[in-house]
T-cell receptor, first 110, second 113 residues
């Protein structure tokens, strides 16, 4: 079993829809939870990070962490074609290493 | 503001040839530095990380090596490339108190032929 599981997709939704992206994990020691966006042939870009449980909102993006279920989510409201990218989750404990999901390819159809 | 430079953007090398990829970070001191590899359609694999000059930790045994000759310079090398070394190589950095908030360079797409 991988430490972090993420559905690779692709996930295709119409423009304006609410998108839900998810990851599950097995290591209860994880404290930091990150979401990265990666456009084709580019490096990943940090979107949001959350410490421990709870929600965090930044514009159209909301990150949720449920440590009791070992489940994290990223919601995108009013999705735009420019949101089409691969979204990677990552998490870590109190060290320098990140454990990554495989990434979900998201396609927003105009 | 902090920036990270990674070059070249693309590279085609024959099997058995050497490799040197360089990465530099500006606008911060004593960063944690990382080399990742990403296979097509897959997640990121940590290859090496460094918390200071001359301090290199290897995560995956292979024919690659890394060096950190200066505080903000990180180099990925190989003496003889294999076909299996093809992939997308990413340099990244984080600051000591926010090691989880890693920032990436634009990547090098390496094709070994």
């Amino acid at each position: 079993q991988k430490e972090v599981e993420q559905d690779p997709g692709p996930l295709s939704v119409p423009e304006g829809a609410i998108v839900s992206l998810n990851c599950t994990y097995s290591n209860s020691a994880f404290q930091y939870f990150m979401w990265y966006r990666q456009y084709s042939r580019k490096g990943p870009e940090l979107l949001m990070y959350t410490y421990s449980s709870g929600n965090k909102e930044d514009g159209r993006f909301t990150a949720q962490v449920d440590k009791s279920s070992k489940y994290i989510s990223l919601f995108i409201r009013d999705s735009q074609p420019s949101d089409s990218a691969t979204y990677l989750c990552a998490m870590s404990g109190n060290n320098y290493q990140l454990i990554w999901g495989a990434g979900t390819k998201l396609i927003i159809k105009p | 503001s902090q920036t990270i430079h990674q070059w070249p953007a693309t590279l085609v090398q024959p099997v058995g040839s050497p490799l040197s990829l360089e990465c530099t970070v500006e606008g911060t001191s004593n960063p944690n530095l990382y080399w990742y590899r990403q296979a097509a359609g897959r997640g990121l694999q940590l290859l090496f990380y460094s918390v200071g000059i001359g301090q290199i930790s290897s995560e995956v045994p292979q024919n690659l090596s890394a060096s950190r000759p200066q505080d903000r310079q990180f180099i990925l090398s190989s003496k003889k490339l294999l076909l299996s070394d093809s992939g997308f190589y990413l340099c990244a950095w984080s600051s000591g108190h926010e090691a989880f908030a890693t920032n990436f360079g634009s990547g090098t797409r390496l094709t070994v032929v």
